[in-house]
């Protein structure tokens, strides 16, 4: 089970960090990431880390600005996103899987959470 929490509005320029907490994964290590979905859009994966080693892999819309980083003993896992634009506007939503070597892409990804609204005004 994956919950998101930490959406919001922010101004273009601004920053907003999300939280994802798993349950029920009793992997050493696995791959958890975080993709999103604008209106009329497709959903783009944007981040994952391979949770046991901590390499991780971003969109290049997104790299050097957002960080995904994790909590291994907690099982949380983090989005922070700075310099929010309001291309970035959308559902963002947790995503997990075994992992297989090295993670695949998110959007592959076969667990999900719910979502959370992210929405950047300019």
């Keep these: 089970q994956l919950v998101e929490s930490g959406g919001g509005s922010v101004q273009a320029g601004g920053s907003l960090r999300l939280s994802c907490a798993a349950s029920g994964y009793t992997y050493s290590s696995y791959c958890m990431g975080w993709f999103r979905q604008a209106p009329d859009s497709q959903r783009e994966g944007v981040a994952r880390i391979a949770t046991g080693s901590g390499n991780t892999y971003y969109a290049d819309s997104v790299k050097g600005r957002f960080i995904i980083t994790r909590d291994k003993a907690r099982d949380l896992v983090y989005l922070q996103m700075n310099g929010l634009q309001p291309e970035d506007t959308g559902v963002y939503y947790c995503a997990a899987d075994q992992l297989y070597g090295t993670c695949r892409d998110v959007l592959e990804f076969p667990a ?11």
């Design 112 to 122: 999900r959470g719910q979502g959370t609204q992210v929405t950047v005004s300019s």
